[in-house]
């Protein structure tokens, strides 16, 4: 799936403006990457994290990671290394966590947005750090004609999933 030149330029200020940080876009998957990146969707989520440690993991190896959330499925999503522990505690491997003390205590995941480049709309599919007002203010400020679309509608275990946080059992 090719993305437009203006739609590009419309990433790269997303890009600008909240990476590295709390922001996840859903994006037309360009190359040819393993399913396992995409599920099979044609769609790619790119987040840049705002920790020294990962954005020094990310240089070194000169490849974007691939990685998922740190929690069990439909746990609580971690904000803190101690949170990732205690929900692997009973797990026989080692767990190996980055340590993430130089991160502000925002207390809050990730926001997931999904491009919808026909329809000119941005839809948030999991709420997080970054509001739909940031989102929306950020679109006026650089006069961008998109609507953000947030119409969360959360899920239960055995539902198809748009994206994680849909489930009701992540917020409990």
């Given at each position: ?60 190896c ?10 069990k ?31 502000p ?14 329809k ?6 999991r ?46």
């Open positions: 799936m090719d993305i437009s030149e203006d739609n590009y330029k419309i990433i790269k200020l997303f890009e600008i403006e909240f990476y590295p940080g709390p922001l996840t876009m859903i994006l037309p998957c360009t190359t040819k990457l393993p399913s396992v990146v995409t599920s099979n969707t044609g769609f790619v989520g790119i987040r840049v994290p705002n920790n020294l440690n990962a954005l020094n993991l990310i240089k070194k000169q490849v974007p990671i691939a990685a998922p959330s740190a929690n499925f439909g746990h609580i999503s971690p904000t803190r290394k101690e949170h990732v522990l205690e929900d692997f505690k009973d797990c026989q491997e080692n767990i190996y966590v980055l340590d993430n003390s130089d991160l205590n925002i207390g809050i995941e990730s926001t997931i947005i999904k491009f919808d480049f026909e000119k709309q941005i839809n948030i599919l709420p997080g750090y970054i509001t739909k007002d940031k989102l929306e203010n950020f679109l006026k400020s650089k006069n961008l004609n998109f609507k953000v679309i947030e119409d969360i509608k959360y899920k239960k275990i055995g539902d198809i999933l748009n994206s994680s946080g849909e489930l009701i059992t992540h917020y409990a």
